[in-house]
């Protein structure tokens, strides 16, 4: 399967990172959107939200990722406040088919989103 994601993911692709672990791995986006701009991303291949299930698997490894996003804002120095995004889908504009989430920050962002 030919996945940018999965490719950084192993390491095949380097990305600057953030953060990483055994199940999870953030690194800086190529076009940042805001001053602060990572991709958290489960090193597992789902292509996209509507890809993970309820099994226990699933289940701990999302949960997992999201019990690490505390760590990362710290280490973003993000106390104001981020935004965390998840683009699923055509109507999401999701552009890449691996699971990811943005996080934004050290901007006010705006509501609703475009
Ligand atoms: P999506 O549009 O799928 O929600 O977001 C995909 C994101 O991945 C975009 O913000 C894009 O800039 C970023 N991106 C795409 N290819 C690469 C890459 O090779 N390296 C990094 N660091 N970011 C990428
Ligand atoms: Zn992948």
Same mark, same amino acid.
């Given at each position: 399967m030919d996945c940018i994601f999965c490719a950084i993911a192993n390491g095949e692709i380097t990305s600057n990172k953030v953060y990483e672990d055994e199940e999870i791995l953030c690194f800086h986006d #190529?076009? $940042?959107? +805001? $001053?602060v701009h990572v991709l958290i991303i489960p090193k597992k291949h789902f292509e996209? #939200? !509507? +890809?993970?299930? !309820?099994s226990a698997e699933d289940k701990e490894l999302l949960g997992h990722l999201m019990s690490k996003v505390h760590v990362i804002t710290e280490s973003l120095g993000l106390e104001n406040g981020y935004r965390l995004v998840c683009n699923t889908g055509e109507d999401g504009n999701q552009t890449v088919k691996h699971l990811h989430f943005h996080l934004l920050g050290k901007r006010k962002m705006a509501w609703p989103p475009g």
């Open positions: #190529l076009e $940042p959107q +805001a $001053p996209s #939200l !509507e +890809a993970v299930t !309820e």
